[in-house]
Structure formats: C-alpha cells, structure tokens
C-alpha cells in the first residue's frame, strides 16, 4: 500500500533557552532562543537524509506556537497534524540547557508541566492519520508526560499497528518525569506493538532489571515480546567536550549482532539530541534499505556521531554528508583536513 509518509512521530515541542557559551543559567543575562524535542528531533533528521516525515503535536495559538511551527516547516517536516490549543491557559514547554566544561557537568532544568501538548487527545487527530505513514515513532517522554498524552499515544500506536504500520519506540528514560518502576510498567504493556525498539544498556539494567551481558540484554527483548529490531546505543564519556560514540543493533529474523567501530574523540559542541539523531539514522537505514540492519547501522552511528558537533537540538545533515562521513569512517587511510 503507497503511504503519504514514510515516518511520523508524536511528541512534545519544546522551546530551549540556553545561555551563550558556557556561560551559567544562574548568572548569564542572555539565552539563544531554539526549537527541540526528542520526536521533532527525529524526524527532522529523517527528513533531512531525504525521506518524507511528519509530525504529530499540539500548540499554544499564539506567537510561540508560530514560532515552533515554522521551525518544523524549516526542517521539511509537515505540520499536517499539528493541533492548536486555543485555551487562554496554552503554553509551549520550556526547558533550560547549560554547557558543561569538565568537571563541571551540563544541566537541564524543565518548565514544561500543564503545556499545550498534554492535553493532546485522539479527538484531535483525523482518521486518515492512521493509515497514512509507513512507520510511527514515540518515545517514554511522551507517555510519562501526563495521562492524556500517554493514553493518546498509546491509542494512536494501536490504531497504526492494526492498519500495519511498523512501530518504533524509544525508551528515553528521564528521571525527573517518571521513576523507573512506572516506565516499566508502562512500557512492558505497550511492547508487544513495538517492531523497532531503542533501549541503552543502562536502562534496561535500571528499568527493566535485565541481566547478564549487553547481547543478553538486547536480544531478550526479541524472546519476551514481538520485538524485531533492537538497537542499543553506546557512549563513552571522556569529558563533556570528548565523547565516543557507537551502537549495537539484533536482528530477530536474522539471528545476528551488527556492530562497527565506534566513533572516537568526537569534539563535542552539544550533545543534546544526539541520540534522536541516532535514531533518525538507524530508522532511515530500515525504511530506505528494506530493513537492512546493516545500513541502519552505519547511519544512525554517523548522525549521532556528528550531532554532538552541532548546536541545538535538531539536526542539519544531509544525506550527502552523512555519505561521506560514514565513507571517511571507514577509510583507515590518510585523509584531507577539509571538504572542498
């Protein structure tokens, strides 16, 4: 069946203020004014490697709404399910990003309780949307947000997955929305929907009380639920300006591990988003490559890699350089110092 999309997303916009450099929240007089959001992030990054997305949220009618809006249009993603709160209590979340510098580390502070997006409902959306795309992406932020977003998320996952839409789900983990006895209680009942499943080492550990080493890990997701695909990211942090960064990924129907050589010594600028942006890359390695495990790989370890470099939330690579770094990941031989 030929679908209008080949991804959509549901999740929170957020705006993001940051002071300027390492400058402090507590002491800064400024903030540079940018558009995030784990869901946004994704897609934009999809849609960036040249894939058709879109996605699915709610916004204040006013000029911040505009404002997230647009930046969505920016990134190529439709806005064709964006819903808007008319209500003279609608708000756009905010949250507060601070750069670290060794040793002191970055920090987040949220002010995003009662948004707009909260009250999102089913109601809000139109039928047509449930059979529109090829794949549906959530997140754990969007269910431990509140119960309306969580029960609309979890119903417009079940509406996707009955018309045959792949499901991807990444857990997300944020401490300071949910514990994480409620994640996994939550997330264990919305699993058996899930085909794509992103879940680090660490909190299937601490979520999930899993056991044994990371393959161990990995692949009794497969064996517990309907699980396809499960990807796990793996990041070194050598200091807030120098990470290392790589993946591993199972394939239940091929029985088998994929894994690469991490991208080490990356000069971080800002490494918020940069596990979206994996999830961008390893979910356009699926849709534009048949479901090769291979290609989601290598893609999503290149855009997470290079989203640290970048500041702000979303990302801003194309597929041609993303082509080339990946290319350049794979040459052990000397290389030019430019792009040019």
């Given at each position: 069946m030929d679908r209008e999309f080949d991804l959509l997303s549901m999740g929170e916009i957020l705006l993001r203020l940051s002071p300027p450099d390492n400058e402090r929240i507590v002491r800064g007089d400024t903030f540079v004014k940018q558009v995030g959001g784990a869901e946004l992030n994704v897609v934009s990054g999809v849609s960036f490697l040249g894939l058709r997305t879109g996605i699915i949220s709610k916004l204040p009618d006013n000029p911040l709404g505009t404002y997230a809006k647009n930046k969505v249009r920016f990134c190529g993603v439709s806005d064709d399910y964006l819903v808007y709160d008319e209500d003279s209590d609608a708000r756009l979340g905010i949250y507060y990003y601070e750069n670290g510098a060794f040793?002191?580390?970055?920090?987040?502070v949220y002010d995003r309780r009662h948004?707009?997006?909260?009250?999102?409902?089913?109601?809000?959306l139109?039928?047509?949307?449930?059979?529109?795309?090829?794949?549906?992406?959530?997140?754990?932020?969007t269910l431990a947000l509140s119960k309306q977003s969580r029960d609309t998320a979890i119903e417009v996952m079940r509406r996707m997955k009955e018309n045959g839409t792949m499901i991807s789900f990444d857990v997300n983990f944020r401490g300071n929305l949910w514990t994480g006895e409620e994640a996994r209680v939550c997330i264990e009942e919305i699993l058996p929907l899930v085909d794509v499943f992103f879940c680090?080492?660490?909190?299937?550990?601490?979520?999930?009380?899993?056991?044994?080493?990371?393959?161990?890990i990995m692949k009794s997701f497969t064996d517990d639920y309907p699980i396809s695909v499960v990807a796990s990211t793996q990041r070194i942090v050598h200091s807030p300006k120098e990470h290392t960064f790589g993946s591993m990924i199972y394939s239940k129907k091929d029985d088998r591990f994929y894994e690469e050589e991490p991208y080490r010594h990356i000069e971080v600028v800002d490494r918020i988003g940069s596990g979206d942006a994996y999830c961008s890359g390893a979910l356009y390695g699926l849709l534009a490559y048949n479901n090769d495990c291979q290609k989601a790989l290598e893609y999503g370890n290149a855009t997470?890699?290079?989203?640290?470099?970048?500041p702000g939330d979303l990302p801003s690579s194309d597929l041609k350089e993303i082509n080339r770094i990946i290319l350049n990941h794979k040459n052990t031989g000397p290389q030019l110092e430019m792009d040019r």
């Open positions: 040793p002191r580390k970055p920090r987040v948004a707009s997006f909260c009250k999102i409902n089913v109601c809000d139109p039928k047509s949307l449930y059979t529109s795309s090829r794949c549906f992406h959530t997140s754990g932020i680090s080492e660490e909190t299937a550990r601490l979520t999930f009380h899993k056991e044994g080493d990371v393959k161990t997470g890699a290079v989203k640290n470099t970048i």
